[in-house]
Nanobody
Framework: QVQLGESGGGLVQAGGSLRLSCAAS????????MGWYRQGPGKDRELVAS???????YHADSVKGRFTISRDHTRNTLYLQINSLKPEDTAMYYC?????????????WGQGTQVTVSS
């Protein structure tokens, strides 16, 4: 059974930074992709960033240059470094993993971690 656990969210002022972590139960080598989604108040869930098994990354246009996805196989952990936070980044951030899709992971989900950005 795959379990994903996010951490690192919180309340931060605009312009600040956070690093989100997603710890997986077992090796992350088995996933074709892992990624981060977010869902803000009254908004649809959107893919923020993902990384394929081969290391190719995707970042949504809205976060390019500010968000960086990375992973540590030795710790079975996925990260999302978030810089220059804006109030519109306020959302629940979810970690996801997929067994087959290299870009849009959605087979397995974490519970989410809340990011709130104050202006």
């Amino acid at each position: 059974q795959v379990q994903l656990g996010e951490s690192g969210g919180g309340l931060v002022q605009a312009g600040g930074s956070l690093r989100l972590s997603c710890a997986a139960s077992g090796s992350i080598f088995r996933f074709s992709s892992m990624g981060w989604y977010r869902q803000g108040p009254g908004k649809d869930r959107e893919l923020v960033a993902s990384v394929s098994a081969g290391g190719s990354t995707y970042h949504a246009d809205s976060v390019k240059g500010r968000f960086t996805i990375s992973r540590d196989h030795t710790r079975n952990t996925l990260y999302l470094q978030i810089n220059s936070l804006k109030p519109e980044d306020t959302a629940m951030y979810y970690c996801a993993a997929d067994a087959a899709d290299p870009t849009f992971p959605d087979d397995y989900w974490g519970q989410g971690t809340q990011v709130t950005v104050s202006s």
